[in-house]
C-alpha cells in the first residue's frame, strides 16, 4: 500500500537532501545526474506531486502549491550551480590550452628549391647577360627533330646506338627527347638570325646507371647563328660560363669528339672540383669532368631549317645540368638528384623559397 504523503515533512526533506546532493556536484555529468534524481521523470520531486491524490481534498492546493514552488526553487539552484560548474570548465580548458605568448615563436617549414632547379636558373641568368634567351621545347619530339635535321637520319650510324627511348605511335617515330638539340632547328625554323638561345630540360636514355650517368638528366642547350661566328666564340662563350659558375681557378679543357650536328666537334670539360684533378669515381679518375659537347653548327643542320651555310654559321653546345651541380656543390653521386632523399635536399636550405 502507497504511504500518503506528509506534505510539510516531505518536502523539506527531499528540499534539504537535494540541497546537499547539489553542493556536493563538480562537473557537468554529476550536475545532470542530479536533475534526473531530483527534478526528472522518474525524480523525487515528480514521484511526490503523482502521491498527491492521495491526500485529501481539502489538503491537495496547498500540497501542489509548495511542491511546484520547491520545483522552481530547485531548478533555479540547478541552473545556477550548471553556469557555475561550465564557467569553471572553460577556465580549466582555457588554462590547458594557453598560450605563453612570451616564447619565442616556431618558424614555419620551408620548401627549397632543388639544386638542379637552382642551377637552371643560375645558368639562365648567366647566359643572359651575354645576349642569349631561355626557351623551352617538348619533352616528347618525333624522330624529324631529335634526329633528321639534326644530321641523323635512320640510315646514320649514330642512330643505331643513341640511347632511345620509343614512344610507340602508328603515324610516326616519336621519342622521348634524348637531348634538349631537336629545339635548335624547332627555333631556327620560326627565327631569322641573328639567333642566340639556350634551352633547359629533362632528357630520357635508356642507359646504365653509375656515379655519373642517369637514365632521366637535364641538359642545357645552347645555339648561337649568325654572319662570322667562329669557334672563337665558342671557346669565349664556355670559358667565361666556366669562370663565372666555378671561380677563376678552375682549368678548362677542349678536346676533339663527334656530334654528326656539328662540325668540328669537342667535348668541354672542367677540372673535376670534387677531387681537386687528382682523380675520383665521378671523374673517373681522369681529374676531369665532361661537361658537354660542343662544336659549330653543321651546314646541313642550317640547310636543312632553310638557312644559307655560306652566309652565316653557328656554334651549339649541350652542358649537363646536374654534372655542373656535382661540379659546384661537391656531389660525389648523380643519382642523388632524383632520389628523394630530404637530407640530400636540406642540404640545399640556402636556396630556400
Same mark, same amino acid.
Given at each position: 500500500m502507497?504511504?500518503?504523503?506528509?506534505t510539510d515533512?516531505n518536502l523539506d526533506?527531499?528540499?534539504g537532501?537535494?540541497l546537499?546532493?547539489?553542493?556536493?556536484?563538480?562537473n557537468?555529468t554529476e550536475?545532470d545526474a542530479?536533475e534526473?534524481?531530483y527534478?526528472?521523470?522518474?525524480?523525487?520531486?515528480?514521484?511526490?506531486l503523482?502521491?498527491?491524490g492521495?491526500l485529501?481534498?481539502?489538503?491537495?492546493p496547498?500540497?501542489?502549491?509548495a511542491?511546484?514552488?520547491?520545483?522552481q526553487e530547485?531548478t533555479?539552484?540547478?541552473?545556477?550551480r550548471s553556469?557555475?560548474?561550465?564557467?569553471?570548465?572553460?577556465?580549466?580548458r582555457l588554462a590547458?590550452?594557453?598560450?605563453?605568448?612570451t616564447?619565442?615563436?616556431?618558424?614555419?617549414?620551408?620548401?627549397?628549391?632543388h639544386?638542379? !632547379?637552382r642551377?637552371i636558373?643560375e645558368?639562365s641568368d648567366?647566359?643572359?647577360?651575354?645576349?642569349?634567351q631561355?626557351?623551352?621545347g617538348?619533352e616528347v619530339?618525333?624522330g624529324?627533330?631529335n634526329f633528321?635535321?639534326?644530321?641523323?637520319?635512320s640510315?646514320?650510324?649514330a642512330?643505331?646506338v643513341?640511347?632511345t627511348?620509343?614512344?610507340?605511335s602508328?603515324?610516326?617515330?616519336?621519342v622521348?627527347?634524348?637531348?634538349?638539340?631537336?629545339m635548335q632547328?624547332?627555333?631556327?625554323?620560326?627565327?631569322?638570325?641573328p639567333? %642566340?638561345?639556350?634551352?633547359?630540360?629533362r632528357?630520357?636514355?635508356y642507359?646504365a646507371?653509375d656515379?655519373?650517368?642517369?637514365w632521366?638528366?637535364h641538359q642545357?642547350?645552347?645555339?648561337?647563328?649568325d654572319?662570322?661566328?667562329t669557334?672563337?666564340?665558342?671557346?669565349?662563350?664556355?670559358?667565361e660560363?666556366? %669562370?663565372?659558375?666555378?671561380?677563376?681557378?678552375?682549368?678548362?679543357r677542349?678536346?676533339?669528339?663527334?656530334?654528326?650536328f656539328v662540325?668540328?666537334?669537342?667535348?668541354f670539360?672542367v677540372?673535376?672540383?670534387?677531387?681537386?684533378?687528382?682523380g675520383? %669515381?665521378?671523374?673517373?679518375? !681522369?681529374?676531369?669532368l665532361e661537361?658537354?659537347?660542343?662544336?659549330?653548327?653543321?651546314?646541313k643542320v642550317l640547310?636543312g631549317?632553310?638557312?644559307?651555310?655560306k652566309r652565316?654559321t653557328g656554334?651549339a653546345?649541350?652542358?649537363?645540368?646536374?654534372r655542373?651541380?656535382m661540379?659546384?656543390?661537391?656531389v660525389?653521386?648523380?643519382?642523388?638528384?632524383?632520389?628523394?632523399?630530404?637530407?640530400?635536399?636540406?642540404q640545399?636550405a %640556402?636556396?630556400?623559397?
Open positions: 502507497t504511504a500518503v504523503p506528509t515533512a526533506e527531499i528540499r537532501g537535494a546537499a546532493a547539489l553542493e556536493n556536484v563538480t557537468p550536475a542530479w534526473r534524481t527534478l526528472g521523470a522518474k525524480g523525487e520531486l515528480t514521484a511526490f503523482r502521491r498527491l492521495s485529501p481534498a481539502d489538503d491537495r496547498a500540497a501542489g502549491r511542491a511546484n514552488a520547491l520545483k530547485l533555479a539552484a540547478y541552473e545556477t553556469q557555475h560548474l561550465a564557467a569553471a570548465d572553460l577556465e580549466r590547458e590550452d594557453a598560450i605563453d605568448i616564447l619565442p615563436g616556431r618558424e614555419p617549414a620551408l620548401g627549397v628549391v639544386p638542379v !632547379s642551377m636558373e645558368l648567366i647566359f643572359a647577360l651575354m645576349g642569349f631561355t626557351v623551352f617538348p619530339e618525333t624529324r627533330y633528321d635535321l639534326l644530321n641523323i637520319p640510315d646514320h650510324p642512330r643505331d643513341w640511347d627511348i620509343i614512344v610507340e602508328d603515324r610516326e617515330e616519336i622521348l627527347r634524348t637531348h634538349t638539340s631537336p632547328a624547332r627555333t631556327m625554323e620560326q627565327t631569322e638570325p639567333v %642566340r638561345v639556350v634551352v633547359p630540360g632528357v630520357y636514355r642507359e646507371q656515379a655519373s650517368h642517369e632521366m638528366f642545357l642547350e645552347g645555339l648561337a647563328v654572319t662570322n661566328i669557334m672563337a666564340d665558342l671557346k669565349g662563350v664556355l670559358r660560363l666556366a %669562370r663565372q659558375l666555378f671561380g677563376p681557378e678552375r682549368r678548362i677542349f678536346r676533339c669528339d663527334f656530334f654528326p662540325e668540328p666537334g669537342v667535348d670539360a677540372d673535376c672540383a670534387i677531387c681537386n684533378g687528382q675520383c %669515381r665521378v671523374c673517373k679518375h !681522369s681529374g676531369w661537361m658537354g659537347g660542343a662544336g659549330m653548327v653543321h651546314p640547310q631549317v632553310g638557312y644559307d651555310p652565316y656554334f653546345f649541350g652542358l649537363g645540368v646536374e655542373m651541380v661540379m659546384k656543390e661537391g660525389g653521386d648523380v643519382r642523388a638528384f632524383a632520389g628523394n632523399d630530404l637530407r640530400f635536399l636540406r640545399f %640556402r636556396f630556400a623559397v
